[in-house]
């Protein structure tokens, strides 16, 4: 009986050291898994969306002032879309007339031409409805009543005139009897300044009109 109980007593201990051992396994290799899968994820790339930064720009701001060919009058783009500050410049009475024209581009729009006569001299103006725009396309000034942007007038010394184009950045050609500026490249304009007797006797100015 002694053997038996022994026998029953080793059997238990046997038995209770396998589950023991086996719930030590269990535990182990769970642990194991845990840690694996943490480290995956702590060490797995993370997604970012990419920015395409040439989709957001700045959109470009358009110039204050226009080039001196471009309108030879006024620098302001502002201003110079506006009849008033033509107006300001003349030092003389004046007349305006309007005339309707029918758009080069497209002809069932209709468009304007402005024309400010003061004495022998003229503006011409053409306003294009649907930019709302006023662009000067000619120009012939014969006394000193209105006066180009750098003080360039009807009456000026020759020498001055061409101190002051020399300082722009334009083409210049000159003759005994006339000044011609042009513009270096883009549409084709013209300033002619007339001599006589070393001064400035006329000015005539071709732009150009699209």
């Known amino acids: 009986m002694f053997t038996l109980l022994c026998n029953s007593f080793n059997y238990k201990y046997a038995l209770r050291v396998r589950l023991l051992a086996l719930l030590f396994f269990v535990h182990s290799v769970t642990v194991a898994c845990t840690s694996e899968q943490a480290s995956e994820e702590n060490t797995s ?111 000026m010394p020759q020498e001055e005139l061409t101190g002051k184009l020399k300082a722009q950045n334009i083409n210049l050609q000159q003759s005994p009897d006339k000044i011609v500026a042009s513009t270096k490249d883009g549409a084709p304009i013209h300033l002619y300044f007339f001599l006589k007797n070393g001064k400035v006797s006329r000015i005539l100015y071709e732009g150009y009109v699209d």
């Open 45 to 155: 790339p993370v997604s970012r969306e990419t920015i395409d930064t040439t989709a957001v720009r700045t959109p470009r701001r358009a110039p204050a002032t226009i080039d001196f060919l471009g309108n030879p009058f006024i620098a302001s783009v502002a201003q110079s879309n506006s009849l008033s500050a033509y107006f300001d410049k003349i030092q003389d009475d004046f007349s305006v007339d309007a005339d309707a024209i029918e758009n080069m581009h497209r002809p069932t729009v209709t468009d304007t031409i402005y024309t400010i006569r003061f004495g022998s001299s003229m503006l011409e103006l053409y306003a294009p409805t649907q930019s709302g725009k006023l662009l000067l396309q000619v120009a012939d000034i014969r006394n000193s009543s209105i006066k180009l942007r750098n003080n360039l007038r009807v009456g």
